[in-house]
């Protein structure tokens, strides 16, 4: 066995003990997880509610399912698609920190000289790109989602603020589901467990994809019907 595959086999290993751990306490680490990605779906849409209202509204008229169309199945599942980029934006980060902090490291342990220096360097400058990427992928969010906001808000003729509240019964759960991943990112980069993020990616992509689906159900077919009863249109 090369040490290709001695990595890849230790890795592995390391995925299957961190999950029978936890599955032996699954609600504590899933209460972290939940806490942290809570926090960073409140936040996000505290930077989505100053942007909407920052922005000046296009005159533009924007569908939005069940209130300027009927909303079908069709819209669910366009929903879920959108999500799933994002979804899966977040569990690559889980994986490239663990490529990078737990896979690459036992690598290196295998070479000499400048080849060995460069898998060193590798490992720091990959989570670099990753917490980059990820920021850039928040401020871009709450800009769209802001600008949006605004939009939305102005064609209905209601506070930016109180449209974003009427959406938060699936905005929060979405958004708390779809940071899963990044919450275990954080969680494991602050404890330095960088072997337990293709665990994490596992388990928060399964516990994040039905919760995604419903969210996108809501969506299309209670959330309009809130709007409705706060007498937005």
Known sequence: M???ELALVDGWADTRDTLAAWNREPFRILGSWVAVSVAVAVLLLAAVAVVGST??????VVGLPGLTSLGTMEDVWAIFGRNLLVLALHAMACVAG???KSSLPREAESYHGWWRWLHDKAGPAAIAFV????????ATQSYALG????????QFEVSPVLFLLALTPHAIPELAALFLPL??????????????LLA??????????????????????????????????
């Open 55 to 60: 922005l000046p509204a296009d005159p533009t």
């Open 183 to 196: 919450a275990a990112w954080l969680i494991a980069a602050r404890a330095k467990a960088w072997d337990q």
């Open 2 to 4: 090369n040490h290709r």
């Open 98 to 100: 663990f490529i990078a």
């Open 147 to 154: 600008a949006r906001l605004s939009t939305l808000a102005g």
């Open 200 to 233: 994490a990616t596992i388990a928060t992509t399964l516990i994040a994809l039905p919760v995604v689906l419903a969210a996108a159900a809501v969506e299309a077919f209670v959330t309009p019907s809130i709007l409705r009863a706060l007498h937005f249109v």
């Open 131 to 138: 917490a980059c990427a990820t920021l850039f992928s928040l």
